[in-house]
């Protein structure tokens, strides 16, 4: 029962973060958003299930995954930032960072 009321909670606070970056004009507004999804919901939502299955191989694929998602989001979203905002002329293409 409680892997189940976490795993709805991360699957939740997606929801959250989909339904609120629909809403929202702007890229940079949304990245905020991504940071939630990535840091919060996945991690629940695994967790979640790895406390429902127990301890399996299955479970150890939830983990790397999870893992994987928490190391590359930051990188993935300063990536989308500076290429958003060097299109948008806010960078320039040439500077160093």
Do not use: K, N
Not at 33 to 57: D, F, K, N, Q
Not at 80 to 86: G, N
């Amino acid at each position: 029962m409680i892997a189940w009321c976490v795993v709805y909670l991360g699957v939740a606070v997606m929801v959250f973060s989909a339904l609120t970056a629909a809403a929202l004009p702007r890229v940079f507004d949304r990245l905020h958003l991504l940071t939630a999804t990535t840091s919060l919901g996945a991690p629940l939502t695994g967790l979640g299930l790895m406390i429902s299955r127990g301890w399996t191989e299955a479970s150890a694929m939830i983990a790397v995954t999870i893992v994987f998602i928490v190391v590359s989001s930051p990188v993935i979203s300063a990536a989308t930032a500076r290429l958003t905002a060097q299109h948008s002329g806010l960078v320039d293409e040439d500077s160093p960072s």
